[in-house]
C-alpha cells in the first residue's frame, strides 16, 4: 500500500499537469467570436408629426414639410445625403437640410427651400444608408405625398359679370385666332396635327360667332367674313359622303382624314353639329344686303344636300352613325339613346329635302339600352340615360342649340333631364365617395378630356380623378350657384396653373397633380356657348327659331315647348 505521503504527491503531480495543460490551451486556441451587430431599420417615420408607412401616398401637405425617421441605431451622417434622396415628380433632385437627435438615431428632413403647392414629391431612404456601426439599412424606405391647395388669389377679383365675359372672349380665342388659315374651321386640339380640323368642333364654334359679336369681342363685319371662308369651304372644297361630312377633314385640302381605318367616310353625328352651328349663323346673320343673302343661300344649299335618310341603311328604323366610300357599313354602328345624339335625330327629323319620320326617332334612339332610368342618386331622379348619368357631354352637345327649358315630350322633361344629371355630377364629385383628392363643391366636373397619357369620357361610373373645366362651365344654365363656384376656384385657386391663352386647359388632377397642356375644340365651344345662354339664351333663341328644326321637332318628334307653339 502506498503511504498517506506517497498518495498526496501522486495527487499533486496530477493536479499540476491540468493546470499546465490547461494553461497550454488558453494560450494557444482561437478568440471567441465577435458579438452579432443587427442592420439599421426604420422603426418609425413621421411627416409633420402625423406617423407615416413606406409605399402610402399623403395629402394636403405643407410646401414646407419635416420627416422624421426613428433609427434602430445612431445613423453615420456621412451616409445620408447619399442613402436618402428628395425628389420632385419629374425627378428632380430637392435640397433638404438634416437634422439629428437622439444620439443620431432620430434624422429630421426639410427641403432647403419651400416647396410647390399642388406637386408631387417622393423621399426615398436607400441601402446605402448605413448606422455608425457599419451596417447598411435593411430595406428601402419610400415616402410620397402630395402639396396642399394654395386658395389665395391668383389675380386680381373680377365681377361676376366682368369674369363671364373673360372666360367667353379667352375662350373664343381658340377659334379666331386659332381656326385654320385656309378654311378658318377649327383645329381639332391645339397639341395635334394643325391641319386636321373638326367638323363638330367647328360647329360648336360657329356658333360661338354670334356670342363674339353680341360681346363685342369681334365686329358684325369680322365674323361675316369668316362665317362667308367657313361657308365656302364646305360647299365648294371640303369632301362629304351623301352629303354628309367626315369627323375630320384636311384643313387646307378639304380631304377626309380617317379618325381610324374604317371611318374614313361620313360621321352623321359630326355632321348634325356642324349643320347646328351652321343654322344658328343662318338665323343671326339676317341682313336682306346681298353678302349675308349669298351666304344664307349657301348654308341652304349645304343644308339641304345631306341626306339623313340614307343613313337608315335600307329604311331600317334607325339612323347609323358613320358610312365609308370603302368599307361601306362595316362599322355598324347604330345612334340609340340616350347620349349626346339628340340633336342628330331632331336634324334628320327636321329636314326638308331628305326627312326621316318619327318611327326612326321611336324604334331607333328611344329604343337605346340603356335609355329610360327613372332612378334617384342623391335624390335627384333621372329620367333617361345610364346610372348616374354618364358624362357631363349628354346634357352639352345637342343643348348648346336645342332649348331644354320646358321642353318634353313622350320620354322626358329635358330640363329635369339636364339639370339632375348635372346636379347628380356635382354631388358625387362633393360627396367623393372615391376620395379623390381635390374634389369638392367648389372643384367638380366629369365628362369627357383628355387625362394623363390619354383620353376618357369620365363620368360617376369612370372617375379616375380628372376634373375637366368645361364639364362645370358648359353646365352654367343648369347649376347657375354651382358653376359659378367651380369657375371662381378654377380661375382665382387654380388660375396659376390651368388659366392660359385660349381659356382654361381641358382637364387637371390634384391628386397625381397633373394641367394639360391641351385644348380640344369640342371642349372649348360649349364653355362659350352655354354660358351665353344662360346670360341671354342667344344660341337657343337663334337656333329654334328655325322654321325647319320648329316643324320637325313639334309635328314630326311630337315635342312640346313654349317656343314650339
Not at 541 to 562: D, I, Q, R, Y
Amino acid at each position: 500500500m502506498k503511504t498517506i505521503l506517497q498518495k498526496r504527491l501522486s495527487l499533486f503531480v496530477i493536479a499540476s499537469t491540468l493546470v499546465i495543460a490547461g494553461c497550454s490551451k488558453k494560450d494557444t486556441g482561437t478568440p471567441p467570436p465577435e458579438p452579432i451587430v443587427p442592420p439599421l431599420t426604420i422603426k418609425a417615420a413621421k411627416l409633420n408629426n402625423n406617423s407615416v408607412s413606406s409605399g402610402s401616398n399623403y395629402y394636403n401637405i405643407s410646401t414646407t414639410p419635416v420627416v422624421q425617421y426613428s433609427f434602430s441605431a445612431p445613423v453615420n451622417r456621412a451616409t445620408v445625403t447619399a442613402g436618402i434622396s428628395f425628389k420632385d415628380n419629374i425627378g428632380g433632385a430637392v435640397s433638404y437640410t438634416p437634422a439629428y437627435s437622439n444620439n443620431d438615431s432620430v434624422l429630421l428632413l426639410q427641403p432647403s427651400a419651400a416647396l410647390q403647392n399642388i406637386a408631387s414629391y417622393t423621399v426615398m431612404a436607400g441601402t446605402a444608408l448605413q448606422s455608425v456601426a457599419g451596417k447598411s439599412l435593411s430595406a428601402g424606405y419610400n415616402l410620397s405625398f402630395v402639396t396642399r391647395i394654395d386658395s389665395t388669389p391668383k389675380f386680381p377679383l373680377l365681377t361676376d359679370s366682368m369674369l363671364l365675359d373673360l372666360v367667353q372672349k379667352q375662350t373664343f380665342k381658340y377659334f379666331w385666332d386659332y381656326g385654320h388659315p385656309v378654311s378658318g374651321l377649327a383645329r381639332e386640339r391645339n397639341n395635334g396635327d394643325d391641319n386636321t380640323v373638326t367638323t363638330g368642333g367647328s360647329g360648336f364654334g360657329i356658333m360661338a360667332i354670334p356670342v363674339a359679336i353680341k360681346r363685342s369681342f369681334i365686329t358684325r363685319a369680322a365674323g361675316l367674313q369668316r362665317m362667308q371662308q367657313i361657308v365656302g369651304f364646305l360647299k365648294n372644297t371640303a369632301q362629304t359622303f351623301h352629303g354628309a361630312y367626315p369627323h375630320w377633314l384636311h384643313g387646307g385640302s378639304g380631304i377626309v382624314i380617317p379618325f381610324s381605318t374604317k371611318d374614313d367616310g361620313a360621321d352623321l353625328v359630326e355632321t348634325s353639329y356642324l349643320m347646328a352651328g351652321l343654322l344658328t349663323a343662318r338665323q343671326y346673320f339676317n341682313d336682306p344686303g346681298a353678302a349675308e343673302t349669298t351666304l344664307r343661300n349657301d348654308i341652304n344649299s349645304i343644308w339641304n344636300n345631306v341626306d339623313w335618310s340614307w343613313f337608315r341603311r335600307n329604311n331600317e328604323n334607325v339612323l347609323y352613325w358613320h358610312w365609308s366610300p370603302v368599307y361601306n357599313w362595316d362599322m355598324n354602328f347604330q345612334i340609340r339613346g340616350w347620349n349626346e345624339c339628340l340633336i342628330t335625330y331632331i336634324l334628320a327629323a327636321s329636314s326638308t329635302t331628305h326627312g326621316v319620320p318619327a318611327s326612326v326617332y321611336t324604334s331607333g334612339w328611344a329604343a337605346g339600352n340603356p335609355f329610360t332610368n327613372g332612378a334617384s342618386y342623391f335624390g335627384y331622379q333621372l329620367p333617361l340615360g345610364p346610372s348616374l348619368g354618364g358624362p357631363l357631354f349628354f346634357s352639352h352637345y345637342s343643348f348648346l342649340g336645342v332649348n331644354p327649358n320646358g321642353l318634353q315630350d313622350a320620354y322626358a322633361n329635358y330640363i329635369i333631364q339636364t339639370t339632375n344629371h348635372t346636379l347628380i355630377n356635382y354631388n358625387h364629385c362633393k360627396t367623393n365617395p372615391n376620395n379623390q383628392f381635390g374634389y369638392s363643391a367648389d372643384c367638380w366636373g366629369l365628362t369627357a378630356s383628355d387625362i394623363k397619357n390619354g383620353y376618357t369620357a369620365s363620368s360617376p361610373t369612370n372617375d379616375v380623378g380628372f376634373i375637366a373645366p368645361t364639364a362645370a362651365l358648359s353646365s352654367f344654365p343648369y347649376t347657375p350657384a354651382e358653376s359659378m363656384r367651380a369657375l371662381k376656384f378654377f380661375y382665382y385657386v387654380l388660375g396659376d396653373k390651368l388659366w392660359k391663352e385660349y381659356g382654361f386647359a381641358d382637364a387637371f388632377s390634384l391628386k397625381d397633380p397633373w394641367f394639360a397642356g391641351s385644348f380640344l375644340a369640342i371642349d372649348q365651344g360649349p364653355i362659350i356657348v352655354m354660358i351665353e345662354n344662360y346670360r341671354s339664351q342667344l344660341v337657343w333663341n337663334l337656333f329654334t327659331s328655325c322654321p325647319e328644326v320648329k316643324n320637325g321637332m313639334k309635328n314630326v318628334l311630337g315635342f312640346t315647348a313654349p317656343y314650339l307653339p
